[in-house]
């Protein structure tokens, strides 16, 4: 049987969050220990540089998120791992599929609106944009059959597929149309702050979120002064958004079932639980904590892991592009 393709990319836009790894990079590992599965991992920092980023930050976030990944589990011996820019074939597929995306639909992409209103409407790059077409270049080069990532980037994929349909029916059957696997549980951690709002690393409020690479002191603070309501009592529903995501949080680390949590803290107050919520934190990152500490010092291994995988995916990434250049026209040189 012929092993099926997963694709992800991450931004390095800014230090890792619980979000990014229980919406995303733990469900990585667990897919690269299938073996009906090639897995591909790409640090996406041409997407990053959408928003402003300072570009020593940027470089060091970029191997940071490199540690972090393998620290997580993902083993380059196992799974192809690469930084986006080592690869120019995803700028030049983007080229291509731009000529194919409407802007009518890159103007109902709700990242986009939401990171817009950051910026001044004449300050707002056409990168920011343009986005989801580089995404989905990623996606398509590798003719990826799922495409593991949280809620937030369902309507990214849908878009993917769009315009994957729109070249294979205009020119001929190129693309495979990739599939996203979103799990139900943990796609969508929230901000400690608002509990309406996504947990995002480049959120300006550092105690709305919590860092993979958190120390245990910063988690408890964090943890101890997330919003909350003043119901008081510890239950998992929608009019108490901030403990439920709090409990979903919970849950997510140590795989129990969010009601026998809730029995548990039945008559303790929100202060108990958040206390235990933080020590069940603490120990699951203190692991990761330590693989990273010993990875991030080695940036020889780091460089040779990040070449080999540049390698790899430039390989099976121009064997797209060549075909796709051959097809709306283009004279080989
Ligand atoms: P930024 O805040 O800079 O926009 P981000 O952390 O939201 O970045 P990425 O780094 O691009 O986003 O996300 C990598 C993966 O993590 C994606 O699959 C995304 O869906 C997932 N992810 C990000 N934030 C969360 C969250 N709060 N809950 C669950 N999954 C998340
Ligand atoms: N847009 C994604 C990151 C991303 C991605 C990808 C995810 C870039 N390219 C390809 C999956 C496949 C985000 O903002 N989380």
């Not at 390698?311 to 040189?333: D, S």
Request: proline residues 4%; contains cysteine.
């Amino acid at each position: 049987m012929e092993k099926k393709t997963i694709f992800s990319g991450i931004q390095p836009s800014g230090e890792p969050t619980i979000g990014n790894y229980i919406g995303a990079i733990r469900n990585w590992v667990e897919l690269q220990e299938n073996e009906n599965y090639e897995n591909i991992y790409c640090i996406v920092d041409m997407h990053a540089i959408t928003v402003p980023q300072v570009p020593k930050d940027l470089r060091r976030h970029t191997l940071e998120l490199l540690s972090v990944l393998m620290a997580s589990g993902l083993d380059p011996e196992k799974t192809t791992l690469f930084i986006q820019s080592h690869v120019p074939a995803h700028a030049e597929l983007t080229w291509v599929l731009n000529t194919l995306t409407y802007m009518g639909q890159l103007n109902r992409m709700t990242q986009y609106k939401d990171k817009s209103k950051r910026f001044e409407d004449s300050s707002i790059n056409s990168g920011l944009f343009t986005y989801p077409v580089l995404m989905a270049a990623d996606i398509l080069l590798y003719q990826a059959d799922y495409v593991p990532v949280g809620e937030d980037q369902r309507q990214h994929l849908e878009l993917t597929r769009d315009v994957a349909e729109r070249f294979n029916n205009r020119y001929s059957p190129t693309f495979k149309l990739p599939e996203a696997l979103i799990k139900e549980e943990g796609a969508r951690i929230m901000s400690l702050q608002d509990p309406e709002a996504k947990m995002s690393k480049s959120d300006a409020n550092k105690d709305s979120y919590l860092l993979l690479l958190d120390d245990p002191d910063a988690i408890r603070r964090k943890i101890k002064r997330a919003v909350t309501d003043s119901v008081g009592v510890v239950a998992y529903n929608d009019e108490q958004k901030g403990i439920k995501n709090l409990l979903n949080i919970y849950a997510s680390f140590t795989n129990e079932d969010i009601g026998n949590i809730v029995d548990r803290y039945e008559g303790k107050g929100y202060g108990v639980f958040k206390e235990d919520l933080a020590e069940v934190v603490v120990e699951a990152l203190r692991p990761i904590q330590e693989r990273y500490n010993d990875l991030i010092n080695n940036k020889d291994y780091l460089e040779k892991v990040y070449k080999k995988g540049a390698e790899k995916a430039e390989y099976m990434a121009n064997k797209t592009l060549r075909k796709v250049y051959k097809k709306v026209g283009f004279i080989p040189r």
